[in-house]
């Protein structure tokens, strides 16, 4: 059974910090392209961040890149965004889904595999 599980989320004062985490199980993770996502009330879903199966090529959303960081354990079967310099438009909830295909990382239709998601506010 396949399971992804984001957590980290929560409440940040614009310019803080949060890390998120996704453990993943139930699938061969070090396969597989890792992502992450969000999703505003009201908005459709958008590309964060992506990685890929060893960790050596990373992926970002122009608006997080410098501020964002993607990692991932593949011994540990985890896949990470550190976010810095927090915006009120980075509230959202984030979800980090799984990708066989390494084709179309920024595609969040071609993910096989996703998480319920963690909510991120940035908020004073």
């Known amino acids: 059974q396949v399971q992804l599980v984001e957590s980290g989320g929560g409440l940040v004062q614009p310019g803080g910090s949060l890390r998120l985490s996704c453990a993943a199980s139930?699938?061969?993770?070090?396969?597989?392209?890792m992502g992450w996502f969000r999703q505003a009330p009201g908005k459709e879903r958008e590309f964060v961040a992506g990685?890929?199966?060893?960790?050596?090529?990373?992926y970002y959303k122009y608006a997080v890149e410098g501020r964002f960081t993607i990692s991932r354990d593949n011994a540990k079967n985890t896949v990470s965004l550190q976010m810095n310099i927090l915006k009120p438009v980075d509230k959202a909830v984030y979800y980090c889904?799984?990708?066989?295909?390494?084709?179309?990382?920024?595609?969040?239709?071609?993910?096989?595999?996703w998480g319920q998601g963690t909510q991120v506010t940035v908020s004073s």
């Open positions: 990685v890929n199966y060893n960790g050596e090529s990373t």
């Open positions: 139930g699938f061969t993770f070090s396969s597989y392209t």
């Open positions: 889904p799984a990708l066989e295909n390494p084709g179309g990382v920024r595609c969040g239709r071609k993910y096989d595999y």
